[in-house]
């Protein structure tokens, strides 16, 4: 007969999940009782049972591109629980959406958030999850599906989930007030190339500045493949053209703070009325409106996921060797060099760096790649990569550098995108 076939996994939890195992004083009891303790027996040098952080749960491996235990884990869950999605998470609370509408405000099952993992929060908002529902319109979360695709960064050397389960990416930037940011830009394009997801360039406020302006930034994105679009949110110009592209998909939108980002949405959502602030006459920067991401539907084939806004994008889980190939614009002349792992920053011959001098490879483009590429870790560099003010003219670029960012107002601005 055979064997039938285990639902059990074994798992590793995080450090410190529980509390102190091992006895204390096992050195002077000793000292002081040597014929009444047996070491032997009574304590372990290594881990075992209580003192191991390794555990077997009820639940089927299943693969997937991450490399998170709870991702490749598929926790066991009863009949009697309900599906949801996550729509926002406040701390130790996530807010979830039934498919019949109903809100329910649920915590997380112990045995996740115990699960040892890179990411910063087990929950976050786009998750589909199995409830188990409790009175007063609460529930408990018992199990996370497999995610379809995500929107991460590094935050503090781990990885940062903004958003899951979405179908593309909306980039909000502005014309003025506060000024365009291309190299964060191309970090959320590098990002959504890595995943696989859909991206779009939205400029918005063009009402502020000349639009000839901005031609090319424009032509630069549209040349690449990627969707541009003007819009001014205030008086209603490009909206329709944006509705229609966001028509039918989950769309995560992400920007600095100031961009208009609540404002996009207020006039995309019929009734919706996120609350939005000017910007700060000091130093032109946004105020930090929105604090926790949110997902919205708007039809039952369409939903948008509103974030906080963003002062720095560190990209997460990318080598330099793979950065030229998240570059739509670099990547048919990279394989042209010489060198098989040229990295087009000091080599002699590159193909790329040619096509520079060629005028065939924008030079900003290929900037903004030796500045991601330059930083420790992909790191932003604050005073370098998102302080830059770049006004676009039909010749040049100039770039206007407005000093150091505040790094109380960066650090507050990580802590709320959490």
Request: proline share 4%; charged share 25%; hydrophobic share 30%.
């Amino acid at each position: 007969m055979p064997k039938k076939k285990s639902n059990k996994t074994r798992i590793e939890f995080r450090k410190g999940h529980q509390g102190q195992r091992r006895e204390r004083g096992l050195t002077e009891k000793y000292a002081d009782s040597k014929d009444e303790i047996d070491t032997q027996n009574s304590q372990r040098i290594t881990g075992k049972g209580d003192l191991t952080r390794h555990r077997t749960v009820k639940g089927n491996l299943v693969e997937s591109e991450h490399r998170d235990s709870y991702h490749t884990i598929q926790i066991d869950a009863s009949d009697t629980t309900i599906e949801g999605r996550v729509i926002r998470v406040h701390g130790l609370e996530s807010i979830v959406e039934l498919d019949d509408g109903t809100i329910l405000r649920c915590a997380v099952r112990r045995v996740l958030k115990n699960l040892s993992t890179t990411q910063r929060h087990v929950v976050v908002t786009g998750d589909q999850v199995r409830i188990e529902p409790q009175p007063g319109n609460q529930g408990w979360i018992v199990r996370i599906e497999p995610r379809i695709s995500e929107l991460c960064r590094t935050s503090k050397n781990r990885r940062h989930v903004i958003a899951s389960n979405i179908d593309q990416i909306l980039v909000v930037t502005s014309a003025a007030e506060p000024g365009i940011k291309p190299n964060l830009i191309d970090r959320i394009l590098a990002t959504a190339e890595q995943n696989q997801i859909e991206a779009a360039v939205c400029i918005n406020k063009c009402d502020l500045i000349d639009p000839q302006r901005l031609q090319p930034l424009i032509g630069s994105y549209s040349q690449m493949g990627y969707k541009a679009l003007m819009v001014s949110a205030m008086r209603g110009w490009g909206m329709n053209l944006l509705r229609s592209w966001a028509q039918g998909k989950c769309t995560a939108v992400i920007g600095q703070s100031g961009v208009g980002k609540s404002s996009i949405l207020n006039d995309l959502i019929p009734g919706l009325a996120q609350r939005v602030q000017a910007v700060s006459l000091d130093n032109q920067k946004g105020k930090h409106t929105t604090t926790t991401a949110a997902w919205f539907r708007i039809d039952q084939a369409t939903s948008i996921i509103d974030t906080p806004g963003v002062r720095q994008f560190q990209l997460w889980d990318i080598v330099p060797a793979e950065l030229t190939g998240l570059f739509r614009d670099m990547r048919p002349f990279a394989s042209h060099c010489r060198y098989p792992n040229c990295s087009h920053n000091h080599e002699e011959p590159c193909a790329v760096k040619d096509a520079v001098a060629d005028g065939r490879l924008d030079p900003r483009r290929y900037e903004s790649y030796l500045q991601i590429l330059d930083a420790p870790a992909f790191t932003s560099d604050d005073a370098q990569d998102l302080s830059e003010s770049y006004s676009y003219d039909s010749t040049k670029f100039e770039t206007d550098l407005d000093g150091e960012l505040d790094h109380d107002q960066d650090v507050a601005s990580d802590e709320e995108l959490g």
